[in-house]
């Protein structure tokens, strides 16, 4: 029987996987800042009912960063058997990941490797730091995404990540982890700190893309964050214990939660509080048949204004045929604003490689964000659809083509989304809030439905 304190875990059909993932602590010495409030983050965890089959922790347990080994021994002593004493790791085990923390040089890597005595059946050099790990049908794969032996910090190995996931190509769920994203958070960008080095971008989540892997699981940049490039989720979870230099207003410590299944990946991302701050399943249940409508070319009124909140899904299906030539202006294709002010949200095209951009209004005389989707050539037809999710921060602007199951977000500098948006009263198509004039559309054909 359940307490009132208990939290009510989300929980998969029977041949599914419930797991908690979260990552940076940080702590690993008595009394310090990290110790409380990585304890706060774990008096969350042990509410949940039922407990989790597994937990990740995608690296930066300890504050490490010493060159004094018996100081670096003794915060993974005190981090594993104090901090982590609560959890019984014969009836739940908890993976890991390497770590910029942990792991930063050949004695660090060397202290990790024997403290917590992982699988040894990574790539060569790297046993214990890179792993895998088979569950049923459910494979785990772990990076180690700053080996020593190719360079450190943001240097990961791939050959050995595509190898591992063809052997086990039957697996119907895949996870890969490590501890860098792979593409900016937040606005968080730099090759080798941020994220790993951009030479290895590409090939590495063409890697992903190709074995089916349903997400990619790190942490290091102290948000939590979610976005999707071409199909393939990449979750990023920093907010085990290092409150004082998160964003203050934006970012909050926190677990995640999360049951995979048939259905795909359900998730609650959980404060110190308890509290479920954000939410998401994925893939998307797309809007039926019935819930779209067309809108007119020019402006008309809302179909529904207000607050968006956390949990509301916009989609559009949008086509045409873009100018002959080259229009480096802005070109409106929507634009939703009410009586006064700027639009708080408009979409179209922008510059001469005319990339598909919206641009989301914040409060009044900020700033606005810029969300970049992809480019649309002159003088070709376009059909496309896009996805505005507000449970997924700056990640839940997306886009693809028609035909096609793989969502991509847009490109974003931002640390939020659309779930402070309120929609306004009044929108347009194929030309901006003050008329034809306005930044009109300058191609033809243009049609556009929306459904929310």
């Known amino acids: 029987m359940t307490d009132a304190s208990s939290i009510k875990a989300l929980l998969p059909k029977a041949a599914g996987h419930q797991f908690v993932l979260y990552g940076d602590s940080c702590s690993g010495v008595a009394g310090a800042l990290h110790e409380r409030t990585f304890a706060s983050v774990n008096a969350v965890l042990r509410r949940l009912e039922p407990q989790p089959q597994f937990i990740l922790f995608p690296g930066d347990e300890i504050i490490g960063l010493t060159a004094d080994e018996a100081s670096l021994h003794a915060q993974w002593q005190h981090w594993l058997d104090v901090e982590m004493a609560w959890l019984d790791r014969t009836k739940i085990p908890m993976w890991h990941t390497t770590g910029n923390h942990t792991t930063y040089d050949e004695m660090s890597e060397a202290i990790f490797r024997g403290t917590l005595g992982l699988p040894a059946n990574g790539p060569a050099g790297q046993e214990g730091l890179a792993y895998w790990v088979r569950r049923g049908d459910l494979l785990m794969v772990f990076v180690h995404t700053l080996c020593s032996g190719l360079g450190g910090e943001g240097h990961v190995e791939t050959e050995w990540l595509e190898a591992t996931l063809k052997a086990h190509a039957d697996a119907r769920y895949k996870l890969v982890l490590g501890h860098h994203p792979v593409f900016p958070v937040n606005g968080y960008a730099g090759a080798y700190q941020r994220e790993i080095g951009h030479e290895y971008t590409e090939r590495f989540w063409d890697i992903l893309v190709e074995a089916g892997v349903f997400a990619y699981c790190c942490s290091h940049i102290l948000a939590f964050d979610v976005q999707a490039h071409r199909g393939v989720l990449q979750i990023c979870t920093a907010g085990a214990g290092t409150a004082h230099r998160m964003p203050e207003g934006v970012e909050y410590l926190h677990c995640i939660q999360a049951a995979l299944d048939e259905d795909g990946l359900r998730y609650q991302v959980l404060d110190t509080e308890g509290t479920v ?150 929108w347009s198509v194929g030309h901006g809030q003050k008329g034809e004039g306005d930044r009109p559309f300058m191609g033809e054909s243009l049609n556009l439905h929306i459904a929310g």
Request: glycine content about 14%; proline content about 9%; hydrophobic content about 35%.
């Open 277 to 426: 701050r954000e939410r998401l399943q994925w893939p998307p249940m797309p809007a039926g048949e019935d819930k779209w409508h067309g809108i007119a070319y020019g402006i008309s009124e809302a179909r529904w204004s207000g607050p968006v909140g956390t949990d509301r899904i916009v989609e559009f299906r949008l086509g045409g045929r873009t100018a002959p030539e080259p229009c480096a202006s802005q070109q409106t294709i929507f634009s939703a604003f009410g009586e006064k002010g700027l639009a708080p949200l408009w979409l179209g095209l922008r510059g001469r490689q005319q990339q598909l951009t919206l641009i989301l209004g914040r409060d009044p005389g900020r700033s606005p964000y810029y969300f970049f989707g992809p480019d649309l050539p002159p003088g070709e037809d376009f059909t496309l659809q896009l996805l505005l999710h507000s449970g997924m921060g700056p990640g839940g602007v997306l886009w693809r083509g028609t035909g096609s199951e793989a969502w991509s977000s847009f490109e974003a500098i931002a640390s939020t989304g659309l779930e402070r948006l309120v929609w306004p009263s009044r």
